[in-house]
């Protein structure tokens, strides 16, 4: 199970459809899978099967309020249907966008 245990900052300002991806840096149990990528933004599977994502993203704002939007992408295209749009408000006001998806994988699939 990969995790990230760093705060990252991504600043966006006004309207932009700029991607970025969520990097790992630890992992709390990988059997059969693998952290790749620089920095680690992919989970590569090594056997075929379903698997279950449950992603949980917590946001700030320190500029006003915002929203963002979340998506699971497979092999780097996006995953119809996955997406969130979370609303983040102003000052010290925190969201969360949490996702639970269930895919069926190939070997080197990425994730």
Aim: contains cysteine; proline residues 3%; aromatic residues 6%.
């Amino acid at each position: 199970m990969p995790g990230s245990t760093t705060t990252g900052t991504i600043t966006r300002f006004g309207c932009t459809s700029t991607k970025s991806a969520i990097a790992y840096n630890t992992t709390v149990e990988s059997s059969g899978i693998t952290l790749s990528g620089a920095p680690a933004s992919r989970i590569t599977v090594a056997v075929a099967g379903i698997y279950v994502f449950l992603a949980s993203i917590q946001m700030d704002s320190t500029g006003g309020a915002a929203h963002a939007h979340t998506w699971f992408r497979v092999n780097g295209v996006d995953v119809a249907n996955s997406a969130n749009k979370v609303v983040v408000g102003s000052g010290t006001d925190e969201s969360i966008a949490s996702r639970k998806l269930m895919l069926t994988l190939q070997p080197g699939d990425y994730v």
